[in-house]
Structures are given as structure tokens and as C-alpha cells.
């Protein structure tokens, strides 16, 4: 795929369609209409040469290509988010940021809930998304 042809966009899409598991609710987060969302979507599958999501009942459901991009895409997008609002100070007690983490089940059970109690203190208003991360794939 050359970057040099992408909109960028369409990454944020494939992030949301990702996270959401539905274009519908993706597109709302978007701020697109739903078929504006799906041609969106269109136009990345042709680029990725993939389907990216299978129609599942209630939603979608990312191929094996699709998780993989994903990971980088959403480093990616994180990374640029930081990049432009470095500016700002950052205030735990006000900040509604995003947090993504990927835990073996014994992480989500030894280091999360006392992260999330630390963090309700000090962040309260800060979005915690836990994901688990299958253990043969942590380096």
C-alpha cells in the first residue's frame, strides 16, 4: 500500500470501524453518514486488498489482516494526536484521554485493578480500554 496515495482518513475509519465492531456507530463517532463511512471503508479494502471486516450479526468482524494493520494504525494515530496537541498542558483531574492497553488475562488480573484505582483518584475522567493480548504474542 503506498502511503504517498492514502487519504489518512480512511485510517481513523479502520480505527473505528475497529474499535465499534459496527460502521454505524463508527460513523456517528466520525461524524459521517453511514454510507459515506462504508464508501470510506470501500475504498481502504481496494488499497488493502482485503476485505478488513466480515458481516457478522449485530456488526462486523476484522479479518486477520485487519488486526494487524489495526495495531499500527492506532499507534500511529495516538502518536500523531500527541504530536499536535503537545502544546497543551496536560491535566489529569480534567483529561478524558484515551488509554489502550493490552494485558495477558494474569496482567488484567494482577496490574488493572489497582491501576483503575490509582488512576479513579488521580484521573478520574480518563478512558481506560483494556484489551486482551494473547501471551504468544508479547515480545
Do not use: C
Not at 503506498?2 to 482518513?9: C, E, F, G, H, S
Not at 480512511?10 to 460513523?27: E, G, Q
Not at 499536535?84 to 488484567?108: C, K, Q, Y
Amino acid at each position: 500500500m503506498d502511503i504517498a496515495r492514502l487519504d489518512l482518513n480512511l485510517l481513523r475509519v479502520l480505527d473505528a470501524v475497529y474499535r465499534h465492531k459496527n460502521i454505524s456507530r463508527a460513523a456517528q463517532e466520525l461524524g459521517m453518514s453511514q454510507p459515506a463511512t462504508s464508501q470510506a471503508l470501500t475504498r481502504l479494502r481496494l488499497k488493502a486488498g482485503d476485505p478488513l471486516f466480515e458481516r457478522v450479526q449485530g456488526g462486523v468482524r476484522p479479518t486477520g489482516r485487519a488486526d494487524r494493520m489495526v495495531r499500527t494504525v492506532q499507534t500511529a494515530l495516538s502518536l500523531l494526536e500527541t504530536g499536535l496537541n503537545e502544546e497543551r498542558a496536560f491535566d489529569p483531574l480534567t483529561s478524558t484521554a484515551s488509554v489502550h492497553l493490552h494485558l495477558t488475562d494474569i496482567g488484567e488480573a494482577r496490574f488493572l485493578p489497582k491501576l483503575m484505582a490509582a488512576l479513579h483518584q488521580r484521573a478520574p475522567r480518563l478512558q481506560v480500554l483494556a484489551s486482551p493480548w494473547p501471551p504468544d504474542r508479547i515480545v
